[in-house]
């Protein structure tokens, strides 16, 4: 039977190869030190580290490690090892280095659920020693769009920063719908339903193991983003966790891209469909709103949404952008 075994960091530093090593990956050994103990480079205070990474065994042999970012899905057998997103470069380092039973091991697959950088900042890191990296084919050009969006914004006040368009590493393999892979005893399969949090957002199964890596289509108890401008559809991503509910098995494992603290980022059907009533009420408040004759401006400064307290927090609080979004949908021309 499978059980949670979170690795504290003592555990952790014991599970890489080398500590060394590990620095090596991320580029400088101090940069690893203080990603892990909290202290400055600069200036040897030591302050309350900004992520404590964690492996988790779920069921099977598929887990999830948590750092900074999305959440990173991962089998490892003796057969096969694969990983579902990659967060940052420096976390995706730390995912590398301790994932169990690694090794020197080639990753037989990585696996993008969307173009967003804290789930695809690491590819670069993982690309050396994975025989592919997989995701939907909208993937590719909407994480260029992004990054050259970032580029233009950045080239107002730092012209000579490095372009983050030429840092990109995107996948070598698209599927358009569906896309599966047998892995040692595992199987591994991608489906993508249309818009939802971006136009991109794959759902990954690993289909012996029964654990679904859901990506950003569920937020647990937080405040989603909402990509509108990489296509993102409030109706339609209500659409999709309908039918994911409906397909998936009753009894799978849930992954989620970012969870609460109360909540976390693993759960079960039913929290897919909390994610799909947070939706349906955003899109049924702000049309009340825009009936009654409110603007944009003034329906966006609600800072606390009735029914979904557990979706608050302080910072950051996306409630207003989410609102702008459903706003912004609801009264774009039909074409």
Not at 8 to 37: I, K, M, N, P, Y
Not at 278 to 303: D, F
């Amino acid at each position: 039977m499978s059980q949670n075994i979170p690795l504290s960091r003592r555990d952790f530093l014991r599970s890489s190869a080398s500590f060394a090593a590990l620095t090596c990956l991320v580029g400088h050994r101090a940069f690893a030190q203080a990603a892990l103990s909290g202290t400055s480079s600069l200036t040897g205070v030591v302050a309350p580290p900004a992520f404590v990474p964690e492996f988790r065994l779920l069921r099977r042999n598929v887990g999830l490690f948590s750092a900074r970012g999305g959440t990173i899905g991962w089998l490892a057998s003796p057969e096969a090892l694969a990983v579902v997103d990659t967060q940052f470069a420096d976390t995706a380092a730390l995912c590398l280095a301790g994932l169990p039973g690694r090794a020197s091991r080639t990753i037989d697959l990585v696996l993008n659920t969307h173009h967003h950088g804290d789930h695809t900042s690491g590819n670069g890191v993982f690309k050396p020693v994975a025989k592919t990296i997989v995701a939907q084919a909208n993937v590719p050009a909407l994480q260029r769009a992004a990054a050259e969006r970032t580029d233009a914004a950045r080239a107002k006040t730092e012209p000579l920063a490095k372009p983050s368009v030429d840092q990109q590493v995107f996948a070598d393999t698209t599927f358009a719908e569906t896309w599966r892979q047998e892995l040692g005893d595992e199987v591994v399969s991608a489906r993508y339903f249309g818009a939802a949090h971006t136009n991109g957002d794959a759902v990954v199964l690993f289909e012996k193991a029964n654990v679904v890596h859901m990506g950003d289509l569920v937020f647990n108890r937080l405040y989603p983003v909402i990509d509108r401008v990489s296509g993102a559809s409030i109706r339609h991503w209500i659409v999709v966790l309908e039918k994911i509910a409906r397909e998936f098995p009753a009894d799978a494992i849930y992954v989620f891209g970012h969870g609460s603290k109360k909540f976390g980022v693993t759960g079960q059907r039913g929290d897919l469909l909390v994610m799909r009533d947070y939706l349906v009420s955003l899109l049924e408040y702000v049309q009340s709103r825009i009936s009654a004759g409110l603007t944009k401006a003034e329906i966006s400064t609600l800072e606390n949404f009735e029914g979904f307290q557990d979706f608050h927090q302080a910072l950051p609080n996306r409630l207003g952008a989410n609102l702008g979004v459903a706003y912004d949908e609801l009264t774009q021309p039909k074409s």
